[in-house]
């Protein structure tokens, strides 16, 4: 058994949700840090769950004509059922429903009670439903809203237990100024120092008013806020009050992956009741940034929420895996675009490794009968490759200690292109007819050394395509069960036979694949979820908006605008510029003299310092694959009002 234990943890999901691509991000990050510290020796313990109390669940179960737990059984199977599609190896799936943990909630409860950390009080305040938490005056948005996701505010007064947690606010500034990484990444680190200085109050960790939670012990008229009970999953999982043994072992080593947006709750309140329990705070909380698809904020009503079996299904999970982690880096925010995924694949995953392991395979099996041969001496180019594996190695991990999964990626892929610049500098097809045949041999024996190292990287991140290329070079088991530190230039065993299989990443037809996308579109319909259109208006207020026959008769570029153009809209009457994000869609040709609808009535904007007067009307997918401009199907007169 390993000496070094590493205990990773995600948030645990709320029920009365989906799973999306943010869900999906957090988990595939954490399950590639599990993967990797397992296979740098580690003992690893890699938790993932869900939360299943609180006043949304109750309110949307009472909607279904369902009981709390019935809800929270049925909608917890999408997450397990994601984790297996996308090949998470998590230890342990906690339900905050379960008896194990609902007991370390009261006792805890009760111990915190007992040494006077938690004391009853009355709450007076603002609080969000949605978000399930008590909004200080401070931070309300316009007209009494939330901050986070903006829906109206309650005013709500309530007998409450409160959690001392002034009392232990200095002891945590003094833990993370001795910690400089127990909050990432730095700006996080920076955000939550501030915040702690600014003042930690005390907690109201009960509610009175919602039934659908774990009692208070004693006191059953109150139940456990949903934040309290939540965060102690994490000791749950890791068998506190239960197994002494492992709480030892993994707690001195604990390591949360959230969302920026439930990071106060980690790195402020978690800890300080860590600290209250005579427990250490986490080693490391890292927060990572939020999903846009598109350059646009994901939404039911948009019709634009990432699926993650989809993707998977369409793309491969492996693929998936990589395109989420390579594409921003950890901690920031990120754009998701199908269009930037099928670019990852073509260029990264089928053009520079594919075409590593498709290469040397074939030219193996032309030259050597598929064996890789035993080396002879190594050149200066041979002895430059070992170096750089080597300082692959050590790179990677020096990344990867810093849940930098982007630039980890990085430094693989530099060897994965340092080793197709090494078969165009050596020519192994040159030396397979010319010779010398002694330095082909080891010009192959060299490839296979890098693809055995590229094979060992890649595992945590893209487990079954590692698998895949581990058996086309004719290596034993996977390589997941070797460890990475263990590796050994030169001990790649000659001999072994090669099996020259598929290609890893066939490459994706452009074409074809915007034809299949809109296929998918379509059959999905794209259409905003029931229940989420707009408001409805009066005939009155539709009235107010004034649209008219145009017709383009100029468009122009605008200097250094990616998107826009800038067009002459003749209505009949006057002729107007407006400014419109068709470039991406239209030519210019395809544009001009076209019949559009126009809005004719907003006020004007300036966009890119160009004065638009006026809209065009335009359908597409969330995702703005395709775009069409409405347009009159007969020859009606400019300037037109469309009633």
Same mark, same amino acid.
């Given at each position: 058994?390993?000496?070094?234990?590493?205990?990773?943890?995600?948030?645990?999901?709320?029920?009365?949700?989906?799973?999306?691509?943010?869900?999906?991000?957090?988990?595939?990050?954490?399950?590639?840090?599990?993967?990797?510290?397992?296979?740098?020796?580690?003992?690893?313990?890699?938790?993932?769950?869900?939360?299943?109390?609180?006043?949304?669940?109750?309110?949307?179960?009472?909607?279904?004509?369902?009981?709390?737990?019935?809800?929270?059984?049925?909608?917890?199977?999408?997450?397990?059922?994601?984790?297996?599609?996308?090949?998470?190896?998590?230890?342990?799936?906690?339900?905050?429903?379960?008896?194990?943990?609902?007991?370390?909630?009261?006792?805890?409860?009760?111990?915190?009670?007992?040494?006077?950390?938690?004391?009853?009080?009355?709450?007076?305040?603002?609080?969000?439903?949605?978000?399930?938490?008590?909004?200080?005056?401070?931070?309300?948005?316009?007209?009494?809203?939330?901050?986070?996701?903006?829906?109206?505010?309650?005013?709500?007064?309530?007998?409450?237990?409160?959690?001392?947690?002034?009392?232990?606010?200095?002891?945590?500034?003094?833990?993370?100024?001795?910690?400089?990484?127990?909050? &990432?990444? #730095? =700006?996080?680190? %920076?955000?939550?120092?501030? +915040?702690?200085?600014?003042? /930690?109050?005390?907690?109201?960790?009960? *509610?009175?008013?919602?039934?659908?939670?774990?009692?208070?012990?004693?006191?059953?008229?109150?139940?456990?806020?949903?934040?309290?009970?939540?965060?102690?999953?994490?000791?749950?999982?890791?068998?506190?009050?239960?197994?002494?043994?492992?709480?030892?072992?993994?707690?001195?080593?604990?390591?949360?992956?959230?969302?920026?947006?439930?990071?106060?709750?980690?790195?402020?309140?978690?800890?300080?009741?860590?600290?209250?329990?005579?427990?250490?705070?986490?080693?490391?909380?890292?927060?990572?940034?939020?999903?846009?698809?598109?350059?646009?904020? &994901?939404? #039911? =009503?948009?019709? %634009?929420?990432?699926?993650? +079996?989809?993707?998977?299904? /369409?793309?491969?999970?492996?693929?998936? *895996?990589?395109?989420?982690?390579?594409?921003?880096?950890?901690?920031?925010?990120?754009?998701?675009?199908?269009?930037?995924?099928?670019?990852?694949?073509?260029?990264?995953?089928?053009?520079?490794?594919?075409?590593?392991?498709?290469?040397?395979?074939?030219?193996?099996?032309?030259?050597?009968?598929?064996?890789?041969?035993?080396?002879?001496?190594?050149?200066?180019?041979?002895?430059?490759?070992?170096?750089?594996?080597?300082?692959?190695?050590?790179?990677?991990?020096?990344?990867?200690?810093?849940?930098?999964?982007?630039?980890?990626?990085?430094?693989?892929?530099?060897?994965?292109?340092?080793?197709?610049?090494?078969?165009?500098?050596?020519?192994?097809?040159?030396?397979?007819?010319?010779?010398?045949?002694?330095?082909?041999?080891?010009?192959?024996?060299?490839?296979?050394?890098?693809?055995?190292?590229?094979?060992?990287?890649?595992?945590?991140?893209?487990?079954?395509?590692?698998?895949?290329?581990?058996?086309?070079?004719?290596?034993?088991?996977?390589?997941?069960?070797?460890?990475?530190?263990?590796?050994?230039?030169?001990?790649?065993?000659?001999?072994?036979?090669?099996?020259?299989?598929?290609?890893?990443?066939?490459?994706?037809?452009?074409?074809?694949?915007?034809?299949?996308?809109?296929?998918?579109?379509?059959?999905?319909?794209?259409?905003?979820?029931?229940?989420?259109?707009?408001?409805?208006?009066?005939?009155?207020?539709?009235?107010?908006?004034?649209?008219?026959?145009?017709?383009?008769?100029?468009?122009?570029?605008?200097?250094?605008?990616?998107?826009?153009?800038?067009?002459?809209?003749?209505?009949?009457?006057?002729?107007?510029?407006?400014?419109?994000?068709?470039?991406?869609?239209?030519?210019?040709?395809?544009?001009?003299?076209?019949?559009?609808?126009?809005?004719?009535?907003?006020?004007?904007?300036?966009?890119?310092?160009?004065?638009?007067?006026?809209?065009?009307?335009?359908?597409?997918?969330?995702?703005?694959?395709?775009?069409?401009?409405?347009?009159?199907?007969?020859?009606?007169?400019?300037?037109?009002?469309?009633?």
């Amino acid at each position: 058994m390993s000496e070094k234990s590493f205990y990773i943890t995600t948030p645990i999901y709320y029920v009365n949700d989906i799973p999306h691509i943010g869900h999906a991000y957090t988990t595939i990050a954490a399950d590639v840090m599990a993967r990797y510290r397992r296979m740098t020796g580690y003992d690893v313990f890699f938790c993932t769950g869900t939360d299943e109390h609180g006043q949304k669940i109750q309110q949307s179960a009472e909607k279904k004509g369902m009981t709390a737990k019935e809800l929270a059984d049925k909608t917890m199977e999408n997450f397990r059922r994601l984790w297996e599609v996308l090949n998470i190896s998590n230890d342990d799936f906690i339900r905050t429903t379960e008896e194990r943990h609902e007991k370390v909630v009261q006792a805890i409860f009760k111990k915190l009670m007992d040494q006077g950390d938690i004391y009853k009080g009355t709450y007076e305040g603002w609080y969000c439903v949605p978000c399930e938490t008590y909004v200080p005056e401070s931070s309300m948005g316009e007209n009494k809203t939330c901050p986070d996701c903006k829906r109206p505010l309650q005013k709500m007064e309530e007998e409450s237990y409160f959690f001392r947690a002034s009392k232990y606010a200095d002891q945590l500034l003094e833990y993370y100024e001795k910690n400089l990484k127990a909050v &990432m990444p #730095k =700006s996080r680190y %920076n955000e939550i120092v501030s +915040f702690i200085r600014s003042g /930690v109050r005390d907690q109201s960790v009960s *509610r009175t008013s919602i039934k659908w939670g774990i009692p208070v012990p004693g006191d059953e008229k109150h139940v456990v806020y949903v934040w309290f009970d939540a965060l102690i999953n994490y000791l749950t999982a890791c068998g506190y009050m239960k197994d002494d043994e492992k709480i030892r072992k993994f707690w001195p080593n604990v390591h949360h992956l959230v969302g920026k947006d439930i990071i106060r709750f980690h790195c402020v309140i978690w800890p300080i009741m860590l600290l209250a329990l005579g427990l250490n705070p986490p080693v490391s909380v890292f927060a990572h940034g939020w999903w846009t698809v598109e350059g646009e904020k &994901m939404s #039911k =009503s948009k019709g %634009n929420v990432v699926d993650p +079996f989809e993707m998977a299904d /369409v793309y491969g999970v492996d693929p998936f *895996r990589y395109f989420v982690l390579r594409e921003v880096p950890f901690g920031h925010d990120g754009d998701f675009s199908e269009q930037a995924m099928v670019q990852r694949i073509n260029s990264d995953l089928a053009n520079d490794l594919g075409n590593l392991l498709n290469r040397t395979l074939q030219m193996v099996k032309n030259f050597r009968d598929g064996v890789i041969p035993a080396h002879r001496d190594f050149e200066e180019v041979d002895k430059e490759i070992e170096t750089l594996i080597q300082t692959t190695f050590s790179d990677v991990e020096e990344r990867m200690s810093n849940f930098a999964f982007d630039d980890a990626l990085k430094v693989i892929w530099a060897l994965i292109r340092r080793g197709n610049k090494y078969i165009d500098e050596t020519m192994p097809w040159k030396l397979g007819k010319e010779g010398p045949q002694e330095r082909l041999d080891t010009v192959f024996f060299v490839l296979a050394e890098i693809l055995r190292a590229t094979g060992l990287l890649v595992a945590p991140f893209m487990p079954w395509t590692a698998e895949k290329l581990w058996k086309q070079l004719g290596l034993e088991g996977t390589p997941e069960k070797h460890r990475i530190p263990a590796f050994s230039f030169g001990s790649f065993p000659a001999g072994t036979l090669t099996t020259k299989g598929d290609v890893l990443f066939p490459r994706i037809d452009i074409a074809k694949w915007k034809e299949e996308k809109a296929e998918r579109e379509a059959k999905k319909g794209n259409a905003p979820d029931p229940g989420n259109h707009e408001e409805q208006i009066p005939i009155d207020d539709f009235a107010k908006v004034e649209l008219r026959v145009g017709k383009i008769v100029s468009v122009e570029e605008i200097p250094k605008a990616r998107k826009l153009y800038k067009l002459l809209v003749d209505l009949g009457y006057e002729k107007r510029t407006i400014v419109s994000g068709l470039k991406e869609h239209f030519t210019q040709e395809e544009l001009l003299g076209k019949r559009i609808i126009v809005v004719v009535n907003l006020k004007p904007a300036k966009l890119c310092g160009v004065e638009s007067r006026g809209m065009l009307l335009a359908c597409g997918p969330a995702d703005k694959s395709v775009l069409a401009l409405l347009t009159p199907d007969k020859e009606i007169p400019l300037g037109c009002r469309i009633s």
